[in-house]
């Protein structure tokens, strides 16, 4: 495993802001207000030749009154216990605090090693300031500008520098699915990531976008590797009211893109609704695999056919992802979900099942044989031969005379044919036609 470093600290310190600086991309939120950073967010980074992962945690309060505070002060924790290198970011405006002396004290007694470092010194005449620092009993303190940049590379060569002993870098594991939690906010997202990995990984809450930064979880099972990525939740864009909401969405769509596959967790209390949909396009359009995922069944009134009237539903309203299996768990008992799982795999063995071009082009002519395309402006419609031109989605290409001349009804009537033939009945397929050179 890459070794982790873990930035932790008060609210409102800076800590995304130097976490983005690190990474070199805007992956946490930032917002010039305590608390917003809740969770904990993982990129992958490196310098000077070393790969690391580096966390960014929610505030760190040491003692709290407050259950969302409370929250986050265990996962600072559980991130402070993963960590092999802790940097201890604090306010160089401020100088120091009864908190920063407070979580100093903590961080002594986990035996880490800990690098201290001062944010919001953007000036060389602002350095003077860090020097109240060492009052907390620290031998250097590092003098950073997270907005602007100025000591970061110096934190950088330290952080490095206190890095363990460099091991053989594992080469990146191709054989991790990447499974994304997607869905609107307050469906029961967290708290199924926190079912199908055993512990808390990620906060619960009953207030809607709690999750507001995108988490990624590594976990194994048997022989074989989940990467589950953790979103915000989606909300419709006439709710985005604060900036704060728009990155959350910017979050969960790039989540999305990161990965292999995605459960969708649809709240059962609720239904299949519009916001539903409009994710559930987001992810055929992207040609993702996708497993729809019905929480909190364990407290919907039912039948012998509420199931299937569930099912029926979500295939009428969204007839471009029909190929989606759903299930209906319950998250919060823990019911079915481990389920999910071999779903899963099912999915991924369909993503990535290659077929030869004389099986292909086989059940082509079968396919025009019983339906001709209609002509394009009067002139015949003819379609030579198709191959597969990939896989994660399974991707055809089907080589024609006038590609113009094939309708969406055409176009749909062989994707379904060959879904079909091929039995691949869980994933998409994305197909394109292109001219005969």
């Not at 903590?106 to 350095?127: E, F």
């Not at 191709?174 to 926190?194: D, Q, T």
Request: some cysteine; glycine content about 8%.
């Amino acid at each position: 495993m890459k070794p982790i470093v873990a930035i932790v600290g008060r609210p409102n310190v800076g800590k995304s802001a130097l976490f983005n600086r690190i990474v070199g991309s805007r992956r946490a939120i930032i917002k010039d207000e305590p608390g917003v950073t809740r969770d904990v967010n993982y990129a992958d980074t490196g310098a000077l030749g070393r790969a690391f992962v580096l966390v960014d945690t929610g505030g760190f309060e040491p003692v709290t009154t407050s259950d969302m505070m409370a929250k986050v002060r265990e996962q600072a924790l559980l991130a402070i216990e993963e960590a092999d290198v802790i940097v201890f970011l604090m306010d160089g405006r401020t100088g120091p605090v009864t908190q920063d002396r407070e979580v100093a004290a903590i961080l002594r007694k986990t035996g880490k090693k800990v690098i201290y470092a001062a944010n919001k010194i953007d000036t060389k005449n602002l350095m003077p300031e860090t020097a109240e620092f060492y009052s907390l009993g620290v031998d250097e303190v590092c003098p950073v500008s997270a907005e602007h940049g100025l000591g970061v590379a110096e934190l950088i060569d330290r952080i490095v520098q206190a890095l363990p002993g460099k091991a053989e870098e594992e080469a990146e594991d191709e054989n991790i699915v990447k499974v994304a939690i997607v869905g609107r906010p307050n469906a029961g997202k967290s708290s199924l990531l926190n079912r199908l990995v055993g512990k808390k990984r990620s906060i619960v809450s009953e207030v809607p976008g709690t999750t507001r930064d995108s988490i990624d979880t590594l976990y194994v099972k048997g022989d074989k590797k989940y990467l589950f990525i953790d979103t915000a939740g989606i909300r419709k864009k006439g709710k985005i009211s604060a900036k704060l909401e728009t990155y959350a969405v910017i979050s969960a769509i790039k989540s999305i893109d990161r990965c292999d596959i995605a459960l969708l967790v649809i709240d059962g209390k609720d239904g299949f609704g519009v916001q539903d949909e409009r994710i559930a396009g987001l992810l055929s359009d992207r040609g993702k695999a996708c497993i729809i995922v019905v929480n909190k069944w364990d407290i919907v009134e039912k039948d012998d056919k509420t199931t299937k009237r569930y099912t029926d539903d979500i295939r009428h309203r969204a007839p471009f992802i029909t190929y989606a299996p759903v299930e209906f768990v319950s998250a919060l008992s823990g019911k079915r979900v481990v389920d999910i799982f071999g779903i899963v795999d099912d999915v991924m063995v369909e993503m990535g099942t290659k077929f030869k071009t004389s099986q292909l082009n086989d059940f082509l002519g079968k396919f025009v044989d019983h339906y001709s395309p209609p002509a394009y402006s009067g002139k015949e419609v003819k379609l030579y031969y198709a191959t597969q031109t990939g896989t994660n989605p399974p991707r055809f290409t089907v080589f024609v005379n006038v590609p113009k001349g094939i309708t969406d009804s055409y176009r749909r009537y062989l994707i379904n044919s060959f879904r079909e033939a091929l039995k691949l009945s869980s994933v998409p397929i994305k197909m394109n036609f292109r001219a005969r050179r």
